[in-house]
T-cell receptor, first 119, second 110 residues
Framework: GAVVSQHPSWVICKSGTSVKIECRSL??????MFWYRQFPKQSLMLMAT?????????EQGVEKDKFLINHASLTLSTLTVTSAHPEDSSFYIC???????????????FGAGSRLTVL | EDQVTQSPEALRLQEGESSSLNCSYT??????LFWYRQDPGKGPEFLFT???AGEEKEKERLKATLTKKESFLHITAPKPEDSATYLC???????????FGRGTSLIVHP
């Protein structure tokens, strides 16, 4: 089945530094990937849609200069949290849709998530 | 705007005690309803997709059903390893981005 690999699984950084999170589709190509943020006991909040070869589409209220998304290939999307602050601490999860399964399925496969802690 | 409401927020069961989780939704033109399982500190894992009212799907101790207004995830004789958060999501209209509910946190005690 479709597998999405996300790295790192956890990261601790100092306030003001930038952190990059990678999301790879291992056995399928994904022209579109999605980045979510999840707070404790809350649902998944869609941050942005990553589009291969073009600019990401950000959800309302998400700062595009704070959360830089790059989707340089059909199997890799990256999220960079720039000048991180403690309030950026959260669980970030990426997902992708295996388009070979057909648009009728629309099943998202999720990565294992990345726990970011900003000191 | 699509809305998904899951209840209860949390559920504690004894091993073997069957129960159901509810997912109520309001959408314009349902194209699919998804159930995912999420373990602590992990990403969601796909369980089922239901496409139309009356449809049912089963996987081990889990059975998902769908009506025009809600979906149920029935758990029969649960085991401690079924403990997780169960998320419901709906896909509708012209967008392929599903809307997620807040989830039900299930704890099964041995």
């Amino acid at each position: 089945g479709a597998v999405v690999s996300q790295h790192p699984s956890w990261v601790i950084c100092k306030s003001g530094t930038s952190v990059k999170i990678e999301c790879r589709s291992l056995d399928f190509q994904a022209t579109t990937m999605f980045w979510y943020r999840q707070f404790p006991k809350q649902s998944l909040m869609l941050m942005a849609t990553s589009n291969e070869g073009s600019k990401a589409t950000y959800e309302q209220g998400v700062e595009k200069d704070k959360f830089l998304i790059n989707h340089a290939s059909l199997t890799l999307s990256t999220l960079t949290v720039t000048s991180a602050h403690p309030e950026d601490s959260s669980f970030y999860i990426c997902s992708a849709r295996d388009e070979n399964r057909g648009s009728g399925a629309n099943v998202l496969t999720f990565g294992a998530g990345s726990r970011l802690t900003v000191l | 705007e699509d809305q998904v409401t899951q209840s209860p927020e949390a559920l504690r069961l004894q091993e073997g005690e069957s129960s159901s989780l509810n997912c109520s939704y309001t959408v314009s033109g349902l194209r699919g309803l998804f159930w995912y399982r999420q373990d602590p500190g992990k990403g969601p894992e796909f369980l089922f997709t239901l496409y139309s009212a009356g449809e049912e799907k089963e996987k081990e101790r889990l059975k998902a059903t769908l009506t025009k207004k809600e979906s149920f995830l029935h758990i029969t004789a649960p085991k401690p390893e079924d403990s997780a958060t169960y998320l419901c999501a709906v896909w509708s209209g012209g967008s392929y981005i599903p809307t997620f509910g807040r989830g039900t946190s299930l704890i099964v005690h041995p």
